[in-house]
Each structure stands twice: as structure tokens, then as C-alpha cells.
């Protein structure tokens, strides 16, 4: 199911930002901002946009090596592990 979002007018923005920033930061939720009765923009918190920003990033080096292994390049499993594991130890 999913959660009911914050929706704020620019103007209610304008009038009460640090109040809104409080809600959202409390909430751990997005708040969609609207300007004349539209979504115009989305605000997180920066948690939350680092956390996102590393996510897209993730599925950008899984979706590079999906093709990679479809061009019949890449490395042996065994290999990778090796690797993650040295790089796990620093």
C-alpha cells in the first residue's frame, strides 16, 4: 500500500518553510511542491537524496556489467569475490 504524500503550494512554502523542512525531516517523507495547483518540484531530505543518488549509482555499475557479460566480457566469479573481499578488509 502506499503512503499518502505531502503535498505543499509554493506559496504555503514561501510562507512556512521551516515548518515544512520539520514535517519532512519528522516523516521521512517526500513532500511534493505545487505551483498553481501542479506538481512542480519534489523535496527530500539530504539522507535521503545521498541514499537515492547510491542506489541509482548501484544499478548503473549492475547495469553496465549486465552488458558486459552479454558481450562476453568481464571476470570470473571467484575473481570477483577475491576483489570485493580486499576491498571489504580495508
Known amino acids: 500500500m502506499s503512503k499518502v504524500r505531502s503535498i505543499v503550494p509554493i506559496s504555503e ?5 521551516a515548518n515544512i ?3 519532512m525531516r519528522k516523516s ?4 511534493v511542491i ?9 523535496m527530500v531530505s539530504v539522507e535521503e537524496y545521498e541514499r537515492s543518488t547510491h542506489e541509482r ?4 555499475l549492475l547495469a553496465q556489467g549486465d ?8 571476470h570470473e566469479l571467484e ?5 570485493a573481499d580486499r576491498i571489504l578488509a580495508k
Open 13 to 17: 512554502l514561501r510562507e512556512d518553510a
Open 21 to 23: 523542512l520539520g514535517r
Open 28 to 31: 521521512h517523507e517526500p513532500v
Open 34 to 42: 505545487t505551483q498553481r495547483g501542479r506538481a512542480a518540484a519534489v
Open 57 to 60: 549509482e548501484i544499478l548503473r
Open 67 to 74: 552488458r558486459e557479460v552479454a558481450a562476453g566480457k568481464g
Open 79 to 83: 575473481h570477483v569475490f577475491k576483489e
